[in-house]
């Protein structure tokens, strides 16, 4: 409960955003430790506390559970928790496995992440060759698969990261990757003041800075 008020840097190159801060969870260097701790939950996370009480070692949050890994190293799932909902004006909507999917191939898209590099199809995505990044895989709602390249002991360190926080479809249609900072959808315990009065079903609806008449979000 409660407001929390942030000052923050400026928008980030977002025409008509210069004065406000660039939320989108891609630009892991500017938004990630708000995105974590507010905005974005993530598959799996850390408990907060300093390290001699467990504080780096990893736990489920969007998850169920730690992920199965399979004996090469090459496979993980992660199997979700079903009940968890978005923040308003999605509040009906639950997090699903191909929101992991929306978002990896959007912070691929904006290019600032290099979190991805290992998974399979992740270069081709980015080159243009292929239209999804086949090495990540959503075969119920329930369930995420990612098939690396090359075994990565860290992964489960990258997808608590803020980039690979669940982004539902709705929050991109019709718009461009550069946009999604003022559609921003909460899976956190915080939300933009004005997120209910975001449109998604339209394309050209105004961002969350131009839903604010005082000091944005």
Same mark, same amino acid.
């Given at each position: 409960g409660?407001?929390?008020?942030?000052?923050?840097?400026?928008?980030?190159?977002?025409?008509?955003?210069?004065?406000?801060?660039y939320w989108?969870?891609?630009?892991v260097?500017i938004?990630?430790?708000?995105? $974590?701790?507010?905005?974005? $939950?993530?598959?799996l996370?850390?408990?907060?506390?300093?390290?001699?009480?467990?504080?780096?070692?990893?736990?489920?949050?969007?998850?169920?559970?730690?992920?199965?890994?399979?004996?090469?190293?090459?496979?993980?799932?992660?199997?979700?928790?079903?009940?968890?909902?978005?923040?308003p004006?999605?509040?009906?909507?639950?997090?699903?496995?191909?929101?992991?999917?929306?978002?990896?191939?959007h912070?691929?898209?904006?290019?600032?992440?290099?979190?991805?590099? +290992?998974?399979?199809?992740?270069?081709?995505?980015?080159?243009?060759?292929?239209?999804?990044?086949?090495?990540?895989?959503?075969?119920?709602?329930?369930?995420?698969?990612i098939?690396?390249?090359?075994p990565?002991?860290?992964l489960g360190?990258?997808v608590?990261?803020?980039?690979?926080?669940?982004?539902?479809?709705?929050?991109?249609?019709?718009?461009?990757?550069?946009?999604?900072?003022?559609?921003?959808?909460?899976?956190?315990?915080?939300?933009?003041?004005?997120?209910?009065e975001?449109?998604?079903?339209?394309?050209?609806?105004?961002?969350?800075?131009?839903? +604010?008449?005082?000091?944005?979000?």
């Amino acid at each position: 409960g409660g407001t929390l008020r942030v000052v923050a840097l400026g928008g980030g190159g977002v025409p008509g955003a210069e004065d406000q801060p660039y939320w989108d969870p891609a630009i892991v260097f500017i938004a990630n430790p708000l995105q $974590r701790c507010c905005l974005n $939950r993530t598959l799996l996370s850390y408990n907060g506390r300093p390290i001699e009480e467990g504080g780096i070692l990893l736990r489920p949050d969007l998850a169920v559970d730690l992920p199965e890994i399979s004996p090469d190293g090459m496979t993980w799932t992660f199997r979700l928790r079903t009940d968890t909902r978005y923040a308003p004006p999605l509040a009906d909507r639950t997090i699903r496995a191909e929101d992991f999917i929306t978002a990896a191939e959007h912070s691929v898209r904006v290019g600032d992440s290099p979190f991805f590099d +290992d998974i399979v199809g992740v270069r081709e995505f980015r080159d243009g060759s292929a239209d999804s990044i086949s090495g990540i895989q959503a075969p119920d709602p329930g369930t995420l698969v990612i098939h690396l390249t090359r075994p990565a002991g860290d992964l489960g360190n990258r997808v608590a990261l803020a980039d690979f926080a669940p982004i539902p479809a709705e929050a991109l249609a019709g718009r461009e990757d550069s946009e999604y900072a003022g559609f921003l959808v909460s899976s956190g315990p915080y939300m933009y003041e004005h997120a209910p009065e975001l449109d998604l079903a339209d394309p050209a609806a105004p961002p969350i800075w131009e839903l +604010d008449d005082d000091t944005g979000p």
